[in-house]
């Protein structure tokens, strides 16, 4: 139904910054709250960051918060993660997921994802 595309990924220095791009299909992609996701090798799917379809509500991740900034142009059906002070244990790889008109925290909660886009963070 829903296609997702990741874009913007690569290898950053720690401190650096990185902006990544989600690209979405469809033609109701603003009644779409869409999040940002994470995972590591060997751990669990984590939230990042979260907006409504609006732009108008947004969440993060403690881990993140105040580092991390999430935003939507709704003209371009993109939602973007902006990354400043990038830590290590950022490396990982992103993903964007929506799962319809409700924001979540729950990756079981989301339906589509896209492919990932791999971010690494070196010491």
């Known amino acids: 139904q829903v296609q997702l595309v990741e874009s913007g990924g690569g290898l950053v220095q720690a401190g650096g910054s990185l902006r990544l791009s989600c690209a979405a299909s469809?033609?109701?992609?603003?009644?779409?709250?869409m999040a940002w996701f994470r995972q590591a090798p060997g751990k669990e799917r984590e939230f990042v960051a979260g907006i409504s379809g609006s732009g108008g509500y947004t969440a993060y991740a403690d881990s993140v918060k105040g580092r991390f900034t999430i935003s939507r142009d709704n003209a371009k059906n993109t939602v973007y993660l902006r990354m400043n002070s990038l830590k290590p244990e950022d490396t990982a790889v992103y993903y964007c997921a929506t799962g319809g008109s409700t924001l979540y925290r729950g990756a079981k909660e989301y339906a589509y994802w896209g492919q990932g886009t791999q971010v690494t963070v070196s010491s």
């Open positions: 469809g033609r109701s992609f603003s009644t779409y709250a």
